[in-house]
């Protein structure tokens, strides 16, 4: 039986996100696709496997599948971000964590958040001064919104180099 859920995951919370995916194959669900913001899982209680998100160094497009490793398999992709599934068996159930690459892949998602946030600094004085000249409510609406995606650019950006710092005092 297959199930599709929607779930929000911004990319500071790709840990977040890759432990719900294996929360769920825990419980017999099997990541079987992805799409923004929705998952599909099929049920399968029979097969163990754990999940992986990784950055990819380019954005992948329609069904461009990158090179895996062999035991490795290929769900999809959104954007950059790689969804892999690994079958567990005795030799690999340790889950180690590799603590360089994870602060190598938060250091890209910073990088890839750092530039929107120093972007929207300019739109807000922009839309601040219009909203000067002429006070109106959709200029107000625009620049709640832009003061909106500043802030949670920032906020990835300040989240993800306070977690990089805990790795690496750890």
Same mark, same amino acid.
């Given at each position: 039986?297959?199930?599709? #859920?929607?779930?929000?995951?911004?990319?500071?919370?790709?840990?977040?996100?890759?432990? !719900?995916?294996?929360?769920?194959?825990?419980?017999?669900?099997?990541?079987? &696709?992805?799409? $923004?913001?929705?998952?599909?899982?099929?049920?399968?209680?029979?097969?163990?496997?754990?999940?992986?998100?990784?950055?990819?160094?380019?954005?992948?497009?329609?069904?461009?599948? $990158?090179?895996? +490793?062999?035991?490795? =398999?290929? =769900?999809? %992709?959104?954007?950059? !971000?790689?969804?892999?599934?690994?079958?567990?068996?005795?030799? +690999?159930?340790?889950?180690? #964590? +590799?603590?360089? &690459?994870?602060?190598?892949?938060?250091?890209?998602?910073?990088?890839?958040?750092? $530039?929107?946030?120093?972007?929207? =600094?300019?739109?807000?004085?922009?839309?601040?001064?219009?909203?000067?000249? &002429? $006070? &109106?409510?959709?200029?107000?609406? =625009?620049?709640?919104?832009?003061?909106?995606?500043?802030? #949670?650019?920032?906020?990835?950006? #300040?989240?993800?180099?306070?977690?990089?710092? %805990?790795?690496? +005092? %750890?």
């Amino acid at each position: 039986m297959s199930k599709t #859920i929607f779930k929000v995951f911004f990319a500071f919370d790709y840990e977040k996100e890759q432990l !719900w995916i294996n929360e769920m194959s825990y419980k017999g669900y099997q990541l079987t &696709s992805v799409f $923004p913001f929705f998952y599909t899982f099929e049920e399968n209680a029979e097969d163990d496997y754990i999940y992986s998100l990784d950055l990819s160094d380019k954005c992948l497009l329609f069904d461009d599948a $990158p090179k895996l +490793n062999e035991n490795c =398999i290929f =769900i999809g %992709h959104i954007g950059r !971000w790689i969804y892999t599934k690994k079958k567990i068996t005795d030799t +690999n159930s340790s889950n180690a #964590i +590799n603590i360089n &690459s994870q602060i190598d892949t938060l250091k890209q998602v910073r990088l890839m958040h750092l $530039p929107l946030a120093l972007c929207f =600094i300019s739109l807000i004085l922009y839309s601040a001064r219009l909203f000067e000249e &002429s $006070p &109106s409510i959709s200029t107000f609406i =625009i620049l709640t919104m832009i003061l909106t995606l500043d802030f #949670i650019g920032w906020y990835a950006v #300040i989240k993800t180099t306070s977690r990089i710092k %805990h790795l690496q +005092n %750890h």
